[in-house]
């Protein structure tokens, strides 16, 4: 029978299913079935045996759950090394976490070596544990797992896009297209016909391009020029520094960086030259981190949903354990533009 650790009874002890039937009037088969089928049961019965279960404090043991479910309610997740001053992926983590504990399930952390996505530590993981299934991020071109993962019949759902060959499994991801093009649009309405955009290395990163492909859209579509006014950086400030100086030097009045480390290194730069962001020269970064509310002045920014990403991740993980052979969902979040100090308006800017 199952028992919890975490709750006692008033003779100290652990609260058992059997209290718990005796409390609420009913067989220990009726809890059982009101915590694992609970459809089997009249509404009224459901009801007292909830009540008695909240009243006693039960909790169900995991390891009782399993031997019922033949499920381990383990997702697994692999962490990469990330670089400092990049919490987007621990927020995504914590929201997945808190999604995860919603339904049930716990995640199973394991590390992945540094160096793009791979196989490392995910047989490992198969071998010596039982999980339901994984969620993959930092998924990019060449990435093996998904097919892997697939051949063994293993369910999965990725937090972002192949981005190249046949698209495999369920995944969720946030629009950066869609993002920068919204912080293009807020640019021009604040009077700018300059504006930069500072990314990543061509073809280095999906989710870099994708970003990039949104500037140059929404430019396009105001007949605004793009030749000569992207940047390439790798992702931390010091790169960023030297990055932005070219178009700084062309006469950039704004400029949109893929991520808010690229962003800071704007800052930098402007600092460096005695002007000041948002006065001088706008900057808008990508991810809304922790950092972009409390530089000075504070950082426009593109927030991604990382809550409802962790939420709906989880929800296609669960539906593929429960449907194997279903056609695959793919989910493309929108982002929100958070507007702060630094995307002044271009007449403030010159004044």
Known sequence: MPRSSRTSSAKGGPVTLVMVARRAG?????????????????????????????????????????????????????????????????????????????????????????????????????????????????????????????????PFVGFGRMWSGRQIGDWVDVDGASGTDAAVEHLVAQGHREIAFLGWERGTSGAGDDRAEGWRRAMRRHGLPTRGRRGQSADHSDAARAAVKPLLDAGATAVIAASDMLALGCYQTLRERGALPGRDVAVVGFDDSPTAGILSPALTSVAQPLEEVGRECVRLLLARIAAPDAPPERLLLEPALVVRDSSAAAATAAE
Not at 59 to 86: K, N
């Open 26 to 154: 009913v067989s220990p088969q009726t809890v059982s079935n009101a915590i694992n089928s609970p459809g089997m049961l009249r509404p009224e019965t459901l009801e007292r045996v909830r009540r008695a279960i909240d009243e006693m404090g039960y909790r169900p043991s995991r390891a009782a759950q399993t031997l019922r479910t033949r499920s381990s309610r383990l997702i697994g997740y692999g962490i990469q090394p990330a670089p400092a001053g990049q919490p987007v992926l621990d927020r995504f983590l914590h929201a997945l976490s808190q999604a995860a504990d919603g339904a049930g399930h716990r995640i199973l952390l394991f590390a992945c070596p540094p160096g793009g996505p791979g196989l490392d530590g995910y047989e490992e993981v198969l071998a010596q544990h039982e999980v339901d299934g994984f969620v993959l991020s930092g998924t990019d071109r060449g990435d093996p797992r998904q097919a892997w993962l697939a051949r063994r019949g293993v």
